[in-house]
């Protein structure tokens, strides 16, 4: 298992927390624990540990700072914000400070979790069920395999002799329990038990009884625990299976957390790597996103989801959290390990586009928005409110995220009912002239002209001459074509420019002055054609 940093142990619980005050070794420094100051007890020597000063004050804490550098350890964690700055630099120790009414048993459990929870390198930490399978196969007499609630193998026991049969085979060969009637009715027995229960073996050639038990902590089922029997079990086997199942709560605990600490440190790097302050060398490491084929970066794409703006203030906060994990499982089926992220309100994910460079590209995007579109039906009818889905640009690489990010939130501004989903690629024009409206509003030259006056008239005398003149110029000029825009004759179109020309001194001849009076009317005057 890596060691945990101050720079990990800050992105799980930084923030409202645990506030970082100095860190004069930098965030590198090696976390191994946390302690609890104890005035009547030695110092004693802990390398990497933080000492929760309990029973100091913030401002008498100077001398603490000292003594926990003198015994090797990291950092001194007081409350209140006016801890030894000082001290803590001088000394070369972190300094991290909680609120004030922060309860030290509280500050402690979520330390020494955050510490305790440090993911391996491997990732999903289920080597150590694998040991626990073995252990527990070689205590109890039988082949042995360990399950989630959903009947996926998640370990199995590789003691040599022990009789196996069909279900275990097939069942190892897919990390997934055959299904039936008669398989479902013992899940069934074996959660509504307390403890260990003996269950017959199912139809089958060579299918043998076994010996389970369910995984469990604080009243939650965690998964089960399965023996083959052959009638050569230990006569221990129960105790044995229960005590496997008390150690393989705490396994699952530990690797649960373990994920949720991946997700957190995956979904913080893809909130930096979103508004451009991450290393993207660095983030490919961590995300697994290396170079493509080509030796190129691999190209990414990024995905935003949002929930329609009818939901009420009051349930929007937890409705987007569900958003969240409802995008970060599908994300996750697809591709496995993931960064997905909700920032102000905004779910965004991460989606790798493997083949772009290579000549497949709208292979990869059709890809990906079937994703978004099966998350966004999948969405509204768990969520029960409507959901939209925008998506970016392919980039080449982790440092052009934050574009990708830009057009995914363009193409989230011109979605609609009639379009709840879509690619950067099929709404360009839309975004174009978005863009362009920004961009003309906030420069007073640009913003400048003809078009201000017409609308002005329009409104003053109740004249149609802005519609008019934006039909005119869909049309290319031409004067039926408006007509048939407006569902007006021609001779009305006629004269309505004319007097647009005359009263209002626009001039229709010059091609420069029609295209500016165009975009700026379709853009700032916010009119579209009429088609």
């Known amino acids: ?14 923030g409202p927390s645990v506030r970082l005050q100095t860190a004069p070794a930098g965030l590198a420094v090696p976390v191994t624990e946390a302690l609890l100051y104890d005035a009547h007890a030695p110092l004693t020597r802990a390398p990497g540990a933080l000492l929760l000063a309990v ?32 001290e803590a630099e001088s000394a070369g120790v ?38 626990l399978a073995d252990a527990v196969a070689a205590a109890v007499g039988g082949a042995t395999a360990i399950e989630d609630p959903r009947q996926r193998i998640l370990a199995y026991s590789t003691v040599a002799g022990q009789p196996v049969d069909e279900d275990r085979r097939t069942g190892i060969l897919g990390l997934q329990v055959p299904g039936s009637p008669a398989n479902s009715e013992q899940y069934r027995v074996l959660f509504a038990a307390e403890g260990v229960v003996r269950l017959p073996a199912l139809a089958g050639s060579d299918n043998l009884p076994r010996l389970a038990v369910a995984v469990r902590a604080g009243g939650e089922t965690l998964g089960s625990l399965w023996v083959v029997d052959d009638g050569g079990l230990a006569p221990d086997a129960e105790e044995a299976l229960a005590q496997g199942a008390s150690t393989a709560a705490l396994l699952l605990l530990r690797a649960r957390a373990a994920q949720e600490l991946a997700r957190h440190q995956n979904g913080d790097l893809l909130r930096r790597l979103l508004d451009g302050t991450a290393d993207p060398a660095g983030a490919a490491h961590r995300l697994g996103m290396g170079l493509g084929p080509d030796g190129n970066p691999a190209p990414v794409r990024v ?16 409705t987007a959290l569900r958003l969240l994990d409802l995008v970060r499982l599908q994300c996750e089926a697809r591709y496995g390990r993931h960064a997905v992220v909700l920032v102000d309100g905004v779910v965004y994910a991460l989606l790798p586009a493997p083949g772009e460079r290579g000549g497949a590209p709208r292979r990869r995007t059709n890809s990906h928005r079937g994703l978004a579109e099966d998350i966004v039906a999948r969405a509204g ?22 574009a990708s990010r830009d057009d995914a939130d363009l193409v989230l501004r011109v979605l609609g009912p009639e379009l709840p989903v879509a690619t950067v690629e099929e709404v360009r024009p839309r975004v174009t002239l978005l863009r362009l409206t920004e961009v003309l509003g906030e420069r007073r030259e640009l913003s400048v002209g003809g078009w201000r006056r017409v609308l002005a008239h329009d409104a003053e005398h109740g004249t149609e001459y802005a519609r008019t003149l934006v039909a005119w110029l869909d049309a ?9 825009l ?46």
């Open 381 to 402: 009818q768990a969520l029960r409110v409507p959901v939209r889905a925008g998506l970016g640009d392919v980039v080449g690489g982790l440092a052009e995220v934050r």
């Open 1 to 14: 298992m890596d060691a945990c940093t101050l720079g990990d142990l800050l992105d799980v619980v930084g």
């Open 55 to 86: 029973g100091v004050r913030a401002s008498a804490a100077g001398p603490l700072a000292r003594a926990a550098a003198e015994a090797g350890m990291s950092g001194l964690v007081v409350r209140g914000p006016d801890g030894p700055l000082a």
């Open 476 to 484: 290319g000029c031409d004067m039926a074509g408006a007509a048939r």
């Open 303 to 318: 995905a935003a989801f949002v929930l329609d703006s009818s939901v009420s203030a009051a349930d929007v906060e937890q």
């Open 94 to 131: 972190a300094l991290l400070s909680v609120d004030e009414d922060a309860a030290w048993h509280h500050v402690h459990l979520l330390l020494a979790s955050a510490i305790g929870a440090r993911p391996s390198a491997a990732g999903s930490g289920l080597g150590d069920l694998f040991a």
């Open 486 to 531: 407006l569902a007006v004759h021609a001779n009305t179109c006629r004269y309505r420019l004319r007097q647009a020309q005359h009263q209002l001194g626009i001039d229709l001849d010059d091609p420069d002055e029609r295209l500016v009076l165009w975009l700026q009317l379709r853009t700032l005057g916010g009119l579209g054609s009429r088609r």
